[in-house]
């Protein structure tokens, strides 16, 4: 799935999911409140962390940046659990990774690092690698930013929040989902950082983010 050329009707199915989101948000009863959207590079394709608190937080993300293209890497059991959410992100040209076995995984890392290099796109990445049972911010998986370092991308640091009130509130009452950009980190920053210490930097701005 991952070294499959990007599909041709890609752009439309982009057109249809940002026309898609604001009216599916609507009838859900969903209210964004995004902050620090305005942070976000225009002219550069961008390494997209976040927090992970439930499986739609993509579609927080693509509400936010509506105009960016944005490839999320998900876990491969999507495609057995989540066929038509599979069939969905295979037309966003998202990646599927196999946490399970390392050399499947380097290969997504390495599809993802020349989607940033040589591409078109930007790429979401959840780096706790699972979303959290119980909301709270759990320990990342920092080997997936070895992303941002072999591709030299500026990362964008984001937190979402109050995402577990949604199943039970959904079409019933009114649930407002709060989005921040908390940061964009330059490779300048990062450069001589190990996986580990852009991992814990990561993990602090997200755990304060979160706390306010």
């Keep these: 799935t991952n070294t499959k050329k990007p599909p041709k009707a ?21 209210k964004i409140e995004a902050e620090g959207c305005d942070k976000i590079p225009e002219d550069k394709n961008i390494l997209f962390v976040c927090n992970h608190q439930h499986d739609f937080d993509p579609v927080i993300i693509f509400s936010a940046f509506p105009y960016k293209k944005i490839s999320f890497i998900g876990k491969k059991d999507i495609l057995v659990e989540m066929p038509f959410i599979a ?37 979401g990445l959840f780096p706790e690698g699972y979303t959290s049972k119980d909301g709270n911010l759990q ?46 980190i330059t490779p300048e920053i990062y450069e001589n950082m190990t996986t580990a210490e852009l991992g814990n930097l990561i993990h602090s701005q997200m755990e304060t983010a979160l706390a306010d």
Aim: aromatic residues 6%; proline residues 3%.
């Design 10 to 30: 890609e752009n439309f199915f982009r057109f249809v999911v940002r026309h898609t989101i604001p009216i599916l948000t609507f009838l859900a009863r969903v």
């Design 87 to 123: 069939k969905a992100m295979h037309l966003l040209s998202c990646l599927f990774i196999d946490r399970e076995n390392d050399r499947e995984a380097a290969k997504t890392i390495i599809s993802a690092i020349k989607c940033l290099k040589e591409g078109d796109r930007s790429i």
């Design 139 to 184: 320990p990342l998986r920092n080997g997936s930013l070895k992303i941002a370092l072999k591709s030299n991308a500026k990362i964008a640091v984001c937190v979402v929040d109050n995402m577990r009130a949604l199943p039970k509130n959904i079409c019933r009452r009114k649930t407002v989902i709060k989005f921040r950009l908390v940061d964009v």
